[in-house]
């Protein structure tokens, strides 16, 4: 009895009470922790921004091996992880060097890139979008939460990036760029892709069938590259498979990825628990485990179903029964195919293989076929439309800084010097104040930028020395006159309704602080009126700000 009394006091494991599957909740922001699998329990330390854990290396460049990045690649057959000292690139140097932090006391990852946004988060890593500081484009770097503390783990981490190299050239796996290690974690540069799986069933919740399809072709295509090696994954899930900008899907999170005769010699270690696979609680492992984890991410991502990870409910998935309410809104066909996957006997799973000779599947693949010309064409379309606008990005600019210089060599403004300048306080010249934004001091600038109608932003022309002359000398010699230089002025693609619109701001601007009215604004009369030392604002294609007077109690 009392015997008794003492088991109904022991601690109950976490047991889901509903009865009843459930479509997936989403509460507005991911949770990445909420399912969190029961992997490895170790404690895990968070990436501070800019701080990554550099505790040994404080003021000194005469640093530990740790301190030092070394790349670690294994291509070209060898094994060893040590690939030598990572060079500092010139123009990493150079935007080292351009910060207040010493280059030494920046981390390679620093150094090499700009950290935009955090991507993501798994138990093992961090992800953040990126920008090489050499080539100015977009990456995803992971780097590890847990600093390698044992050679163990730290084996394991050099074993993942083995792995990503061994897939990065398939088409359905992440395209992996290079690794290093430096104060103890391991930095992965990989391809951005524009989201994960499980964000874009957040996004869209109702996935068309359709496209349901294409995705299984695609993660049977990226597992099936996997298998022939006679490897598993063991960690399929939506938010490990990535989908890039021409919507293809990629596996991803090759860190739990092992032989299938390792892994049945203890060494495996299971993912997560929503979409492990029955016989993995019998510490068996194959192959069928990672179409049973594909399967039933297939059923979540059809069904927009919120999958157990664990209790009654997570059983029955395992039994084969599907809950009907859900699997009814899919095809015959589709439900099938899955029900096959998610069999709760490994050796009635259909291998990728099979799956791949799938009716469906096959025509698709015909289809896809064709289309691969068409498809590289469309991409060396998107390609060279990209490069034109850059071209005629950089025309645009070269063509107004001519015209500008033009302006200069026709004498229509003077240069002048900072004691010269005039500035006007209504009819009054008053002394100068300087501004950071002028290019001679005490002169107002006026900058635009060429954002926007093209897909290369913010690049800025100034036209300040311009509008000096014009407020300088044209309003005094008539030449031109002031519509001739209104014109001039909307020769360039610049919203002709902004500049009227803040033509009144800064005229209205001009009557209630007439004190204060050092800017340089354009009147009624199409006469330039001088305000010294305030900057204009950045003016844009868009036509969203244009000439609008910056005023800081505005
Ligand atoms: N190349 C990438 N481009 C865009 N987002 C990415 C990229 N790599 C990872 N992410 C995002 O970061 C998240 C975590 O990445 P990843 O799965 O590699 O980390 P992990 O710690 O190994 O995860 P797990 O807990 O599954 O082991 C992903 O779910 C994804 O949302
Ligand atoms: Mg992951």
């Not at 301190?67 to 057959?77: D, K, N, P, V, Y």
């Not at 850059?390 to 026709?410: D, G, P, Q, S, V």
């Not at 309704?497 to 340089?520: D, F, G, I, V, Y």
Request: aromatic share 8%.
């Amino acid at each position: 009895m009392r015997n008794n009394m003492d088991k109904q006091r022991l601690p109950m494991p976490e047991i889901i009470n509903d009865d009843k599957h459930r479509h997936k909740q989403f509460n507005g922001h991911f949770d990445s922790n909420r399912f969190r699998p029961p992997k490895v329990k170790t404690r895990y330390i968070a990436v501070e921004n800019n701080n990554l854990n550099r505790s040994q290396s404080s003021g000194s460049c005469s640093a530990n091996n740790s301190q030092i990045a070394h790349a670690i690649s294994f291509r070209g057959g060898s094994e060893c992880s040590d690939a030598g000292i990572l060079p500092t690139s010139p123009s990493a140097a150079a935007a080292a060097s351009s910060m207040s932090t010493t280059s030494c006391n920046m981390s390679h990852f620093e150094q090499c890139f700009e950290r935009l946004t955090k991507l993501g988060e798994g138990s093992f890593g961090e992800v953040f979008q990126v920008r090489d500081r050499s080539d100015s484009r977009l990456y995803a770097v992971k780097i590890s939460k847990q600093l390698f503390r044992g050679e163990q783990y730290r084996a394991e981490r050099l074993e993942e990036v083995r792995r990503y190299e061994e897939f990065s050239g398939h088409e359905n796996c992440i395209r992996f760029i290079r690794a290093w290690e430096q104060y103890d974690r391991l930095f992965m540069q990989m391809e951005l892709c524009r989201e994960s799986l499980e964000q874009y069933l957040y996004r869209c919740r109702h996935i068309p069938e359709d496209r349901i399809w294409h995705i299984l072709l695609d993660l049977l295509r990226g597992l099936k590259s996997l298998h022939d090696r006679n490897l598993i994954h063991l960690d399929i899930k939506l938010e490990n498979v990535l989908i890039d900008d021409d919507d293809t899907c990629k596996l991803a999170d090759f860190g739990l990825v092992i032989d299938v005769d390792k892994a049945n010699n203890h060494q495996a270690t299971e993912g997560d628990s929503r979409y492990m696979a029955p016989e993995i609680l019998q510490g068996h492992f194959s192959k069928a485990a990672d179409i049973f984890s594909l399967g039933i991410a297939m059923l979540e991502l059809s069904c927009y179903m919120d999958l157990p990870s664990n209790g009654p409910l997570w059983h029955e998935l395992r039994q084969g029964k599907l809950p009907e309410e859900f699997i009814s809104k899919i095809s015959v066909e589709l439900q099938q195919v899955i029900k096959c996957m998610m069999s709760p006997d490994p050796r009635q799973r259909a291998t990728t293989e099979q799956l791949l000779a799938h009716p469906r599947l096959v025509r698709m693949q015909k289809q896809e076929k064709s289309m691969v010309t068409l498809k590289l064409l469309s991409k060396c379309f998107r390609r060279s439309r990209r490069a034109f606008w850059l071209k005629m990005c950089n025309l645009k600019t070269a063509a107004y800084r001519c015209l500008f210089y033009l302006l200069e060599i026709l004498h229509l403004y003077k240069p002048i010097t900072s004691s010269q300048t005039p500035m006007y306080n209504g009819n009054t010249a008053t002394a100068a104040p300087s501004s950071p934004s002028t290019s001679v001091a005490g002169v107002p600038r006026l900058e635009f930028q060429l954002v926007g109608s093209t897909p290369i932003g913010n690049r800025d022309c100034y036209i300040s020395d311009f509008l000096l002359a014009m407020d300088m000398d044209l309003s005094q010699h008539g030449t031109p006159t002031a519509c001739e230089r209104e014109n001039l002025v909307n020769s360039t693609p610049i919203n002709h309704n902004h500049l009227t619109a803040n033509r009144q701001r800064s005229s209205s601007a001009r009557k209630t602080r007439p004190e204060k009215s050092n800017l340089l604004s354009v009147d009624e009369n199409c006469s330039f009126v001088s305000s010294p030392s305030k900057v204009l604002e950045t003016s844009s294609f868009r036509g969203k700000k244009l000439f609008t007077l910056d005023v800081d109690e505005e």
